[in-house]
């Protein structure tokens, strides 16, 4: 069986809900961060970046969210969660979610995990300061460029859904609203009705 290991509210949420969207058998593995348990020999030895989301699966264990959400919808291609027999529709899928793992999920780190990149405390005050910012920007670009609607590739629902939903929720961090972004706000909406969405959020809150 499938095993994810995730941090309530973390990226890893995108991978739970798309995992209970394709209607998966697995297990969740809570990794307490309040704990620094992602920091422990034991945790290191499932992934050694020390970080969410990590899937074991029967081949091996998979790390970083775009590569656990297309394996997700390689492996369930019934759920029809990408357009696997259109090469460009799944590139196109993976440009998003590749936008959102390298540059929307490194803004939004600025603002919580500035010693990643330095240690002047002077630095990491201006890395929170600026961060809202370029969140703010980055939000905006989805809203004004990438989001083809009502869902994130168009009229279907994919991998992509969840993971923009799920970065979407951190928002308040950078005393940002998603009504300021009226398709991104939305999308929002439409994934808090889904009973997929409501059960991983649950599951997470009740550990």
Aim: charged share 25%; proline share 6%; with cysteine.
């Amino acid at each position: 069986m499938l095993k994810l290991y995730y941090a309530p509210g973390s990226c890893a949420r995108a991978s739970h809900i798309a995992l209970r969207e394709a209607g998966a058998e697995f297990e969740l593995q809570l990794v307490d961060f309040a704990a620094a348990e992602q920091r422990e020999e034991a945790y290191r030895q499932i992934n050694p970046k020390g970080r969410v989301p990590a899937l074991a699966t029967d081949a091996g264990v998979l790390t970083e969210t775009p590569a656990l959400l297309a394996y997700i919808a390689q492996s369930f291609p019934h759920a029809d969660l990408a357009t696997l027999a259109d090469p460009y529709e799944v590139a196109r899928l993976q440009s998003f979610n590749a936008y959102l793992c390298a540059t929307v999920h490194v803004a939004h780190a600025h603002i919580r995990r500035g010693e990643r990149w330095a240690d002047d405390p002077a630095a990491i005050a201006e890395m929170k300061r600026k961060a809202p910012e370029v969140m703010a920007d980055c939000f905006q670009m989805i809203e004004d460029t990438f989001f083809t609607g009502p869902w994130v590739m168009g009229d279907g629902y994919t991998i992509a859904d969840p993971y923009l939903f799920t970065l979407t929720l951190w928002l308040p961090a950078h005393r940002l609203d998603s009504a300021s972004y009226p398709r991104v706000h939305e999308h929002k909406q439409r994934m808090l009705e889904r009973p997929a969405v409501q059960a991983a959020i649950t599951a997470e809150e009740s550990r």
